[in-house]
């Protein structure tokens, strides 16, 4: 009889112990990098299955929808994305450039942190020469970008459409200061830079292009644009590996995703 009951107490014992090992919860992980500012799609986001126990409750739980929140700090790809992370209801809006596509970068997607650039029109003459380099958005997190086409239709001059999240008071400033001219995207080479800055603020001696962002050659030397030729390959910088989130969790199978130097298209 007592043989009888130490089975039944190591079978309980037991069954309990491979319960608790199991004890996850579904959370919501960054699909990409994302930065500060970024107003959240249900794109961005991938549910995962992770064990917090008693930290569950400082993460977003993939019941919720957290659709058309911004980040109120960058997200790492993979990272699980905590409660913290959101920022209250601001007033960002969603403010499209047209952007000539010799003057993006390829690979510029959702996500990504940029500086947007007016330079001067080289079909304007000596005159629109005078205009110069100007930044007209600095630290901007990029919501969408279309009218990129592929193959024989695509040319440097086609018109791509970049919008990006700024704050409302600034869009008159930024489209005062785009004034008409051509305008150049730099791309940050980490979506960490703009942390603790508003949308779309201008920034500071370090967004000149020696402070994370990538300029387009030939622009900030204050000449007009100047391409590279057709079929270069735009420089590009090394992936880095995704942080943790703060409690120390990080959602397994998934890695960072390298961002690209800005560069033409050709």
């Known amino acids: 009889m007592i043989g009888v009951l130490l089975v039944l107490g190591s079978v309980l014992v037991g069954a309990r112990v491979v319960s ?11 699909a990409d990098d994302l930065a500060v500012g970024t107003v959240l799609t249900a ?46 209801p601001t007033s960002l809006v969603q403010l499209a450039l047209p952007v000539q596509a010799g003057f993006v970068p390829p690979s510029l997607r959702r996500g990504q942190l940029v500086d947007v650039y007016a330079v001067a029109d080289p079909t304007a003459g000596a005159a629109g020469a005078a205009g110069g ?51 150049v995207v730099a791309v940050h080479e980490s979506v960490d830079g703009g942390a603790g800055s508003r949308a779309g603020e201008p920034a500071g001696p ?36 995704a942080p943790t989130p703060s409690a120390g969790v990080p959602a397994t199978g998934s890695a960072a995703a390298g961002t690209p130097s800005a560069g033409p298209t050709g």
């Not at 996850?24 to 992980?29: G, I, L, M």
């Not at 993939?62 to 905590?82: C, H, I, M, Q, Y």
């Open 20 to 30: 608790a090992a199991d004890a996850t919860v579904p959370v919501w992980a960054a």
């Open 43 to 88: 794109d961005d986001l991938v549910a995962v299955d992770v064990r917090l126990d008693a930290a569950a409750g400082g993460y977003l739980s993939a019941a919720s929808r957290p659709d058309g929140r911004a980040l109120a700090r960058p997200v790492r790809a993979g990272e699980l994305v905590p409660r913290s992370a959101l920022d209250e």
């Open 133 to 183: 380099v100007d930044l007209v958005v600095g630290g901007a997190p990029v919501q969408a970008v279309s009218g990129r086409t592929d193959g024989v239709l695509a040319t440097p001059t086609t018109t791509v459409q970049v919008v990006l999240a700024v704050a409302a008071d600034r869009v008159p400033d930024v489209l005062a200061a785009v004034g008409g001219r051509p305008l």
């Open 206 to 241: 370090a967004a000149t292009g020696d402070g994370g962002a990538t300029a387009y050659p030939g622009v900030l030397s204050g000449g007009a644009p100047t391409p590279t030729p057709s079929g270069a390959a735009p420089p590009t910088s090394a992936g880095t590996a």
